[in-house]
């Protein structure tokens, strides 16, 4: 049986062959019952678009670009990844997955010539690419469509998708008060990723709101992974009086305090407290499990696909959006030792 084409399309729907594109293409400004009328003729015929035809025809690739910077946090990107492709395959796209050093001095120049060279339609930036003023200045200047996952400067330029980290924070570590907690640690994510630092705002903020003083000796700059959890762990468990709570800006850095705390027959919670962020994987896998914040990742990534469809569909009046997180306490949180 010979294949399908639109025109029989269009002949078996009683429409152009025009409209059969729009509503293959999923464009606006269809009567729902023309929309019908085609789709049931594509269902019946079997019908699959050409996809090379499909992109001479509209002009674009139907590839959409999802950039991070690497190092990345693997469970983060895999979130984002499939939170992307759970918007853009039924809308017809394709996804090209692209890995960057935030730090090469040819960052901007790899960006736009892999857009420009992959027909690339429009980008999705993840921190902390999202951050990089000479990229997004880049972006704009090519009028290349992006949105942006969690910025931190310039919001006003693009459209973007992010959370809230410092409410976040400030709410786990008013929990941790709530349990007796009075010398609470905290660990830094990487500086790179700025988004990360609202984190670190959110919990002096709870500080200072009952009156506990922010503590220098109490703080430490962790790089998002398990080694500087471990590394910070260790300077902080040395303190005299030592933390009876600690604080890590994610997960990894967590599973890396609760390691040096079994190390040193430290006990969770009862001696001591650890809280983490992000509600990954290992979140569940650690004994015991860890107390954190789930961040709404995947929501964030199918919310931040689908304005760059609408961007690149040309809707009107499109706005960012906020996404909340929120608190998820299990069992490596308890009183404090002296409440």
């Known amino acids: 049986m010979a294949k399908a084409t639109i025109d029989d399309?269009?002949?078996?729907?009683?429409?152009?062959?025009?409209?059969?594109?729009?509503?293959?293409?999923?464009?606006?400004?269809?009567?729902?019952?023309?929309?019908?009328?085609?789709?049931?003729?594509?269902?019946?015929?079997?019908?699959?678009?050409n996809l090379s035809a499909r992109s001479l025809a509209g002009n674009r690739s139907y590839?959409?670009?999802?950039?991070?910077?690497?190092?990345?946090?693997?469970?983060?990107?895999?979130?984002?990844?499939?939170?992307?492709?759970?918007?853009?395959?039924?809308?017809?796209?394709?996804?090209?997955?692209?890995?960057?050093n935030h730090r090469d001095e040819n960052l901007v120049k790899e960006i736009v010539n892999l857009t420009h060279q992959k027909g690339i339609d429009g980008l999705i930036l993840t921190p902390p690419l999202s951050d990089n003023a000479d990229v997004i200045a880049a972006l704009l200047n090519s009028k290349i469509p992006f949105v942006r996952v969690a910025p931190t400067i310039n919001k006003e330029v693009s459209l973007f998708v992010e959370t809230n980290?410092?409410?976040?924070?400030?709410?786990?570590?008013?929990?941790?008060?709530?349990?007796?907690?009075?010398?609470?640690?905290?660990?830094?994510?990487?500086?790179?990723?700025?988004?990360?630092?609202?984190?670190?705002?959110?919990?002096?903020?709870?500080?200072?709101?009952?009156?506990?003083?922010?503590?220098?000796?109490?703080?430490?700059?962790?790089?998002?992974?398990?080694?500087?959890?471990?590394?910070?762990?260790?300077?902080?468990?040395?303190?005299?009086?030592?933390?009876?709570?600690?604080?890590?800006?994610?997960?990894?850095m967590a599973a890396g305090v609760m390691l040096v705390a079994h190390q040193q027959g430290i006990g969770i919670p009862g001696e001591l407290s650890v809280a983490g962020y992000d509600d990954t994987p290992v979140a569940h896998q650690l004994w015991p499990s860890l107390t954190t914040v789930r961040q709404p990742v995947q929501q964030m990534a199918k919310k931040a696909t689908d304005l760059l469809l609408k961007q690149l569909r040309g809707k009107d009046e499109l706005s960012s959006g906020i996404l909340s997180s929120s608190l998820i306490v299990r069992n490596s949180t308890g009183p404090a030792p002296d409440a």
């Open 165 to 252: 980290d410092w409410e976040a924070s400030y709410e786990m570590t008013c929990q941790l008060i709530a349990m007796g907690h009075e010398r609470i640690a905290f660990i830094c994510g990487h500086p790179d990723h700025l988004a990360v630092s609202h984190r670190f705002e959110g919990y002096k903020a709870a500080l200072k709101k009952n009156n506990i003083p922010v503590r220098k000796e109490l703080v430490e700059q962790g790089l998002n992974s398990f080694v500087s959890g471990e590394q910070c762990a260790r300077k902080l468990l040395a303190k005299e009086p030592r933390p009876t709570a600690i604080f890590a800006a994610n997960d990894d």
């Open 63 to 100: 590839v959409l670009g999802l950039l991070y910077g690497i190092p990345g946090a693997n469970y983060y990107v895999i979130d984002i990844q499939e939170g992307v492709l759970s918007i853009c395959r039924p809308q017809g796209y394709d996804l090209l997955i692209h890995p960057c």
């Open 9 to 49: 399309v269009a002949e078996l729907a009683g429409v152009s062959i025009k409209t059969v594109s729009r509503v293959v293409n999923k464009e606006p400004n269809v009567r729902p019952q023309t929309r019908d009328k085609v789709l049931a003729a594509v269902a019946k015929l079997d019908y699959r678009p």
